[in-house]
């Protein structure tokens, strides 16, 4: 018998790497003889989504910003950090001047422009929580916010309801500051229509990202089961993985398109179609 009840609609998901930039995915993910100023046109051939960390050091220019969006298709999203100059050194304190800058900077992106990601340092503690209010009231509501706490101090009740006021989300990752139960809970009560996710995986000694070097798979299996009930509570959720999560972070993420039972693009059709550029 057919159920009269609509299927639940799911919110857009975008997976994708923190950042393009690596020599080593040459051969591996990138054509052999691809050269830098074509890694982002070619790694939008099988990702729709990226996050920019050079942002975090310094407001790019807006030839940059320009020749971002010109080299990518017009379904193509950028995750952009938030400077650290606001985040780290002015501590959230008299920072309007600066986040004025980068938002209007990065406005030229025009429709590609996705969440801005308010990364805190390891040592902003709930004591500091005052002037992050004053600062999540001065963000423009035309631009999506979501932010990433490092202390476990942060997740409470008092959080939650501080940044739905804002609807800025709760980025939400492998990080030992968020409990396990927190990450069910957030599936159920997410704190903005969209939602944000960062896999960075516990070892920085990582050097070579071109292939996987540690075995990832009990974490994407428990992940991929998370995702759709986040996609369940919101518009769009955006996912974006390390290259020291395992490895090599476009493997990483075919792994997860597979377990989640989207289509992924393998590398050789990449090297096919690189040659109409």
């Known amino acids: 018998m057919q159920s009269d009840i609509a ?31 074509e890694y ?53 304190v008299d920072a309007g001047d600066v986040l004025l800058a980068f938002t209007d900077r990065v406005r030229e992106l025009g429709a590609k422009l996705g969440p801005i990601l308010i990364q805190c340092g390891p040592g902003f503690s709930p004591s500091e929580r005052g002037v992050l209010e004053i600062f999540l009231a001065q963000l423009p509501r035309d631009v999506r916010f979501a932010i990433e706490f490092r202390q476990r101090g942060w997740m409470v009740q008092e959080t939650l309801t501080l940044l739905r006021e804002h609807n800025v989300a709760l980025a939400l990752s492998d990080g030992r500051w968020i409990p396990r139960e927190w990450l069910l809970k957030l599936c159920e009560q997410p704190t903005a229509d969209f939602a944000y996710l960062r896999w960075m995986g516990p070892d920085r000694n990582i050097t070579d990202y071109s292939h996987l070097q540690i075995d990832r798979t009990a974490e994407l299996d428990a992940w991929a089961a998370i995702i759709p009930r986040l996609q369940a509570q919101v518009r769009e959720v955006f996912g974006y993985v390390n290259n020291h999560f395992a490895g090599h972070s476009p493997e990483s993420l075919r792994m997860l398109q597979q377990r989640l039972g989207l289509s992924s693009v393998n590398p050789r059709s990449i090297g096919e179609q690189v040659t109409l550029f």
């Open 40 to 92: 982002l046109r070619t790694y939008a051939r099988a990702f729709d989504t990226v996050e920019v960390d050079s942002t975090f050091y310094a407001i790019p220019p807006v030839s940059t910003v320009r020749g971002w969006a010109s080299r990518t298709p017009d379904s193509f999203t950028f995750s952009l950090k938030l400077p650290q100059e606001i985040t780290h050194e002015r501590r959230f």
């Open 7 to 37: 299927p639940l609609a799911l919110g857009q998901l975008r997976l994708g790497a923190q950042g393009w930039n690596y020599a080593a995915w040459v051969g591996p993910f990138y054509p052999n003889g691809t050269r830098a100023p």
